[in-house]
């Protein structure tokens, strides 16, 4: 009802657009890295995992 208050039926649209999101996990230096690496084969020679991937 805030919304609506102040900036009328405008205010009742979807506002999501301006939420900026989380803060990444990882620096831009350690995305280069991971981005880098996934073009190899993981370690163990299996699949990339969440976990191989953050074993790196």
């Not at 999501?16 to 073009?39: E, H, I, T, V, W």
Request: aromatic share 8%; glycine share 16%.
């Amino acid at each position: 009802m805030g919304r609506y208050n102040e900036a009328g039926v405008a205010g009742l649209g979807d506002q999501r657009q301006f939420n900026p999101g989380a803060r990444p996990l990882l620096d831009a230096s350690q995305q280069r890295r991971l981005r880098d690496s996934l073009g190899d084969p993981p370690p163990d020679y299996g699949l990339w995992t969440g976990r191989s991937g953050a074993e790196l």
